[in-house]
């Protein structure tokens, strides 16, 4: 097994938001869908679907889903993620895993998992540790 460090930055392209419960008490629990695209060792783009708990309107923490339809050192493919994260004083951040079943193309054989920090203007700074069967042939090439 072989492994591999990517770095880059995304532009966040739409976002969509709606309550479904805003508590009494202060907070609520929203649904976001976001349209990104990805620039660096990574490019291509990918849809989200948030579940986000706010504590308060500038405090959150968020789980969901990423569809990323990417190219990877020349290497096509969707990857899905899965993200842990959190909205604290302007800064969202979340911990992420490739969900590898579900990969497919030249980057089917893909797994492992990264982080990303937002900056400004939509955008965010994303680090990926990925591994991948270097005798597979259906793999990023290093």
């Known amino acids: 097994m072989m492994s591999k460090t990517l770095t880059g930055t995304f532009q966040i392209t739409q976002w969509d938001e709606e309550p479904h419960i805003v508590f009494d008490e202060g907070g609520k629990q929203s649904y976001a869908q976001i349209k990104q695209t990805y620039s660096g060792h990574i490019t291509g783009d990918s849809s989200i679907k948030y579940l986000m708990n706010y504590k308060t309107e500038t ?36 911990k992420f895993k490739i969900i590898s079943k579900n990969s497919t193309g030249d980057l089917k054989s893909i797994n492992g998992g990264g982080t990303f920090v937002s900056t400004e203007n939509g955008q965010a700074n994303y680090t990926f540790e990925i591994g991948y069967d270097k005798n597979s042939v259906k793999v990023i090439g290093i």
Request: glycine residues 14%; proline residues 0%.
């Open 59 to 94: 405090s959150a923490c968020f789980v969901g889903y990423e569809v990323m339809n990417v190219d990877i050192d020349g290497k096509k493919g969707r990857i899905i993620l899965k993200h842990d994260g959190l909205f604290e004083q302007g800064v969202a951040s979340s």
